[in-house]
């Protein structure tokens, strides 16, 4: 089982970027998947959420309006788009995966947003 974070890096604020995570070994199509993300020295939060077959998401309210969950089942990857970035988005971001009792975490990728 693999999921693989990638387009992380270093934005101005009020920048974009789109992250991606790369599935396999798994069926990606039964899970719902998530987008988390930790800044130094706080607990790790829930971005937002997008259920198996995409029909419905969720974001936490420090997001939403700005960052937008989508998935691709024939590629088995899940996005983020992140617009209108602010230095409080700073932190790694790490791609979850959930069918059940079962549960998969990326590796994570750093989003730094700094002028």
């Known amino acids: 089982v693999q999921l693989v974070e990638s387009g992380g890096g270093l934005v101005q604020p009020g920048g974009s970027l789109r992250l991606s995570c790369a599935a396999s070994?798994?069926?990606?199509?039964?899970?719902?998947m998530s987008w988390y993300r930790q800044a130094p020295e706080k607990e790790r939060e829930l971005v937002a959420t997008i259920t198996s077959a995409g029909g419905s998401t969720n974001y936490a309210d420090s997001v939403k309006g700005r960052f937008t969950i989508s998935r691709d089942n024939a590629k088995k990857t899940v996005y983020l788009q992140m617009n209108t970035l602010k230095s409080e988005d700073t932190a790694v971001y790490y791609c979850?995966?959930?069918?059940?009792?079962?549960?998969?975490w990326g590796q994570g990728t750093q989003v730094t947003v700094s002028s």
């Open positions: 070994g798994f069926a990606f199509i039964w899970y719902d």
């Open positions: 979850h995966a959930r069918y059940m009792i079962r549960n998969y």
